[in-house]
Nanobody, 114 residues
Framework: QVQLVESGGGLVQPGGSLRLSCAAS????????MGWYRQAPGKQRELVAD???????NYADSVKGRFTISRDNAKNTVYLEMNSLKPEDTAVYYC????????WGQGTQVTVSS
């Protein structure tokens, strides 16, 4: 059984920063990648960033230059550093782990508002 636990969400003012963490536990082998999606109410789920097993990273155009994805292999943890946050970044953020299938975190709310 694989479990992903997210933390770090919250309320932040525009221009502020948050760091999301996602720690995976369980039977984890041959990780294909880890990353983050987000979903705002009434909107489609959007891939925000991912990092491959080889360390290659990809970002959505909307967050490129503002967000940074990283991982700690020893801790099976992926992070999302979110800077220069905008109201349109408001969403529930879900981490995922690509193993033999995709496992999902429980989601953490990020709200960017004055």
């Amino acid at each position: 059984q694989v479990q992903l636990v997210e933390s770090g969400g919250g309320l932040v003012q525009p221009g502020g920063s948050l760091r999301l963490s996602c720690a995976a536990s369980g039977s984890i082998f041959r990780i294909n990648g880890m990353g983050w999606y987000r979903q705002a109410p009434g909107k489609q789920r959007e891939l925000v960033a991912d990092i491959s097993s080889g360390g290659f990273v990809n970002y959505a155009d909307s967050v490129k230059g503002r967000f940074t994805i990283s991982r700690d292999n020893a801790k099976n943890t992926v992070y999302l550093e979110m800077n220069s946050l905008k109201p349109e970044d408001t969403a529930v953020y879900y981490c995922y782990l690509a193993l033999e299938r995709i496992y999902w975190g429980q989601g953490t709310q990020v709200t960017v508002s004055s």
